[in-house]
């Protein structure tokens, strides 16, 4: 790893309340425990990271006047009577699935198919509520 300033795990055992100040505060971290290694980021800097991470949603409006929306590269779904309230259903769609996502994280993550969708459900999981998941969706 090309990064400077790794830190060993047994000091930041020692330092943790320092560990967690800085990386809130100041920047991310990088802990190395044997040969294993993690990241260590703040939200507001995964909120960064992520910030090019959206959602594309298609609509169609259907011979009875309801529309069905879904997302690009999801297999999400939904059928409601406007516009509106189907970019809202998808959102609760998109939370339910970032936590199924999590709850069974490496059966999805080891899925290829799933893989790529990790970014976008940390993005999803993140989000204060619902109407941040919503603001998402075609941003």
């Known amino acids: 790893m090309l990064m400077q300033g790794i830190l060993n795990a047994t000091d930041v055992r020692r330092e943790w309340g320092k560990f967690i100040d800085t990386v809130v505060h100041e920047k991310p971290g990088v802990v190395k425990r044997n040969r294993d ?55 609760e769609e998109l939370v339910e699935y970032a936590n199924e996502y999590f709850k069974d994280f490496q059966l999805y993550y080891n899925s290829l198919n799933r893989q790529p969708h990790f970014p976008y459900v940390l993005k999803v999981l993140i989000q204060n509520d619902i109407s941040g998941v919503v603001s998402l969706i075609d941003a």
């Open 37 to 91: 290694c993690f990241l260590s980021l703040s939200i507001n800097h995964a909120m960064a990271l992520l910030k090019d991470r959206t959602f594309k949603a298609r609509f169609v409006t259907e011979g009875d006047g309801s529309v069905t929306a879904t997302l690009d590269n999801f297999d999400l779904v939904v059928n409601e009577k406007d516009e509106t309230s189907a970019k809202k259903a998808l959102a």
